[in-house]
């Protein structure tokens, strides 16, 4: 409805424009006619014209009124007050003055005798301004209404808008003035009227000579001031406060003021052996899809998508990305895991590009569970597009231990090309194992652990979705895929108690973990399971950061850190639960406690090479079984009896191709009817609402962002969409009968399901979108909407024609502006924060909070009642307003952008600044930073 409004606001007074031109020049032209009865039946299309122009003012007043009857005033107000009068008055002009002077003329005209000449007094009066210039008024007002439309954004500025107006207002005098001498030239004139097109044409050729002498140095100097500076940090934009008490924040290190912190000293841990040890190498490739399409792509161990990371909550994670050849230079930002700031990985915010050659070591407490992915954040317009990302799975301390994953190699694909594909150059496939096995992943210690596997066990079975789908169907490839991984289940040693307690604990939260999820995913699945499941990323997400970064004041970071580590025990259960439950105040404290499981001792867990080789006799069982039968193939590495079928279902568009990894087909996988499923959806493209539609099962969305879903409610044929960089987990229990996940509502896309893989795809019905604002149940939350704010922020997204950069294009503001003049959010540690978004423009925008998670409290004033929705990527449809709120807790410079990843090329990104932090890096042209 509102990109409708909009496009009538846009759209009338182009049309406006055109026919207003028309009528103008048949107005001036009356004068022409000739004869009585020729200027009689002239004067008479006026009028008719007079009712056609009608049309378009009516629509855009129309469109204005709609727009304030059921939006906020940032979405009307200029164009009810402003750009609907522009062209209202000359229409009305046209009305009150023209038609009444033309039925006089007419008049007049019918009393002439055939063929007696026109009088100067009636030629005067049909030249007379007061029926030519409302109707050239209102051409004239048509064009500087859409040249506004088009280059102003919100929020309005009345000054910026004064000129153009005071502009039009001369235009309608000029007009006047020129049309009056003219008619009283014309009525004192004895020598008949003719007209002169040449003249006329040389009088339009010099008024556009005179605009381009006007317009052309303006846009000269729009460019030239649209560079960005060769250097300037990330904390340059005018600060805004929110409302809030006004906080000191410095430039650059010179300012160093006792207090502050610099986001170089925000990291993880630095001291400790991690529990997992992930070598990523940014390096150059030609990759071929399943398909056989090849793509020069930019890749993590030669793979797209880089290799799946997995990890349990609580663990200790150290990446080291490698830039073998990537001129450019690249990072990796973890998606949607609220990292200390200094792990963020953004060129410029939180550290300098990885140059080729360059090695960067990133180490981070897996805090949250859930879905998640990484990528570049060094020119990632071009990085993600390119293929510099992969999925980040966190799998709950206790429960991974228990889920067994499938082997993903163990699922056929019969789809799949037979070998597989393998990478022209070199890497072999996209069978993520593999690639871990092999290059990537280093595994600290060699470590391997027998139960704990799990964790890589895990890791492995997702890798089916992407790359792996397109592994190999033959058995003997298959093992490389597949693999894995399925040990695992042995290890269940624990206690579900401690574990649902430790889930309770994590969720951060404050209570959002607490309460829920029990019930909800999957019911099939063991307790641990669930509990696991229950154990929600959102809140826990934020309490690391609480823990660590709250107390963290400059300097002792690492400390604190450190301490987030320790493993506790949790009392009872119940203690714990309730605890959290309380809610803020509680955080701190649990946070600490949250983690780590008692259970799992860091040091024992796996690592991803050890699940590469592990796995590999496992395999090899596993996929004859698989290419057998099916289900044997499972049980055999579901040794946890509940294991779940676990597909990671990244799509990406490779050049025009649109593909889940790297397969560009149908995935056909068996799964045992009974078998909980979960299909990890995450989207990174730019542009592509992407729908998933799962056909032939109920379903639930078991989680938004990495964040489970309380008590999610069954689903049926209602599809789910993402734009880029949210995900949702879908979550069922196989059905008997085959089930297909479609990608865009193609069948050439997708993954396919049955107990032996085989069948007919089902049909594809039409479907409802998905809508979180109203699913699940609530439960308490840390805080709501009657919470009292310490901040609270507009930020106004609207769109304009405008340079950037030096380039002409079409730019998405945000508060009215593009980087490096975007304000700033100005935060105290602690600070509870409110932000309004309302997305004036007439594209989606994915806004992306780094390093937080938000709980969204309403869209277009109703609230979001259903689940506590947390999210760190909210896709902000044209003409929504969200009402989101999150706690200041994990200090920083924390981007804030629009992960349509032009759009933030362009300009579209902001930063939420914490009080007393220091920015040491810098972008502009003459850094290496260019973190779009
Ligand atoms: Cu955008």
Redesign the pocket.
Known sequence: MYSLFVGLTLGAPFLLLVLGWIAGTKASRLVYSGSAPRMHRKARKLITWTFILTLPVAAQAAAAALLMQQFDPVYWQDRLFILAPMTALPLLAAWFVAVPKLLMLRRELSRYEEETPLTSETLGRASQPGIVAPFQALAWSAAAVFLLAMTMAAPFDWLDAGIPVAVVLLVWYGLGVKHRRRSRKIAVTETPVVSRPWRSAAAGFGAAILLAAIAVPLGYLARETSFLPATVDMTSGPADFGGGATLAHAHGVEAAAPGSVFVSDLTGPREGEPDQRFTLTAEKKTVRLSSGKSVEAWTFNGQIPGPQLRMKQGELIEVTLVNKDIEGGATIHWHGLDVPNAEDGVAGATQNAVMPGESHTYRFIAEQTGTYWYHSHQHSREAVAKGLFGALIVDPAASADMDVQEPDGATDMNDVPGGAEEVPGTEPNENSDDAFATDTITTPNGTTDNGTNAASGAATSEPALPAEGTAPTDATEAPADGIADHETGSDADFDLDEEGLLDLARPKTEDASAGTQPEAPNTTDSKDDGAARTTNPPSSALQPKDAGGLQTKPGTTQDQLETKTPSFDIGSGDDATLALANGPSSDDGFTLAAYQPSFAPKGEVNTLAAEGTTPADSLQDGTDDANSEGDTLFSANAVAIEGERDFTVMTHLWGSTFAIGANDGVQRFDVQPGTPVRMRLINTDDWVRQSYMLTGTAFQVSAIDGTNVNDPGELRDVKVTLTTGGRYDLTFDMPEDPVFLSVGGRKDLGIFLSPDGKGDLPAIPEMEAFDPLHYGQSMATPFDASSTFDRSFDMIIDNKLGFYNGVFNQL?TMNGAVFPNTPMYMVREGDLVKIKIVNRSM????MHLHGHHALVLSRNGEAADGSPWWTDTLDVQPGETYEIAFRADNPGLWMDH?H?LQ?AEAG?SMHLMYEGVLAPYTVGSATQNHPE
């Open positions: 998405y594209v989606d925008h994915p629009c349509n759009h579209m």
